[in-house]
């Protein structure tokens, strides 16, 4: 799962606070398995946070999701715009 | 350096060989460590494909990708946005 997240001026903070509210819930459900937040480092990037997840499957991710939005998890930043999204990885080279 | 692409309707696979031309040649410089490309499950997400590379170090990557762009060797795909940025991990959980 790949969330980019569009942030408004003055409120980077507050939404990683919110990301790290998520992230405490998400982390103890089943399927979890990793997550890494990335910060960008140009203060004018378009996407100031991508957040790159792995799940053990699309169903454990739904499920857990479904969960935090029902019971209203990811505090509310203004303006915050989120795209998550689930992906899998098609070419790697090492 | 993560890549976030708005990929045109009907131009994913044109921007795939793209992606992996400039792949080639990225991966012969100095400091490239590795990279994932990610294809979105959903048809309609917003970013059809995400690549999450790996470098040494910023001026590896600002060096190989200067040279890429005089090089003219990312081939060009119509109304393809692509929105490179540079970030490092800030929060990580396993």
Redesign the interface.
């Known amino acids: 799962m790949?969330n980019?997240f569009e942030v408004p001026e003055g409120r980077l903070s507050e939404t990683?606070s919110a990301?790290?509210a998520a992230?405490d819930y998400l982390?103890e459900q089943p399927g979890y398995?990793?997550?890494?937040?990335?910060?960008?480092?140009?203060e004018d990037?378009?996407?100031a946070l991508?957040n790159?997840a792995i799940w053990r499957s699309?169903d454990d991710f739904m499920a857990a999701s479904r969960a935090m939005a029902e019971n209203d998890l990811f505090p509310e930043v203004e303006g915050l715009g989120v795209?998550p999204?689930?992906?899998?990885?098609?070419?790697?080279?090492?």
């Open positions: 790949i980019v990683i990301w790290e992230r982390e398995v990793s997550t890494e937040l990335h910060r960008a480092l140009a990037a378009r996407f991508v790159v699309v795209n999204a689930l992906y899998r990885v098609i070419e790697g080279a090492e």
